[in-house]
């Protein structure tokens, strides 16, 4: 889990970074990144139930992913917003998988400086 620091919560910040965010992708991942004026960065994982109806698959998608950025969360450029959105049922996915398209996503998503 990551840190409560680290953690974008509110849907106001979420929405900004749909609107404003540049975009990166990867496979079945999405990823949205913009700046923001703290000193660290802030991560959601989202996944809606298109992807699975029940709340067991879709936590277990979003704590798998979220463990795959805390291992990578050194890398992660500071002070940025970042949205990850799922597109497909990755349950069955190997973790190595999964943490090499985050990290293919991240990577695409070249953020500006506002």
Do not use: C, H
């Amino acid at each position: 889990m990551l840190p409560a620091a680290n953690r974008l919560r509110k849907t106001r910040d979420i929405n900004l970074v749909y609107k404003r965010g540049v975009y990166g992708g990867a496979g079945d991942l999405s990823v949205k990144v913009m700046p923001n004026r703290l000193p660290q960065s802030r991560l959601v994982v989202v996944v809606g139930k298109k992807i699975d109806k029940r709340a067991v698959v879709r936590n277990r998608i979003r704590r798998r992913l979220v463990e795959s950025v805390r291992q990578m969360w050194a890398t992660v450029p500071a002070s940025y917003d970042i949205v990850v959105s799922v597109r497909a049922d990755l349950s069955e996915r190997p973790f190595d998988e999964l943490a090499g398209l985050l990290e293919q996503a991240l990577g695409r998503a070249k953020p500006r400086n506002n």
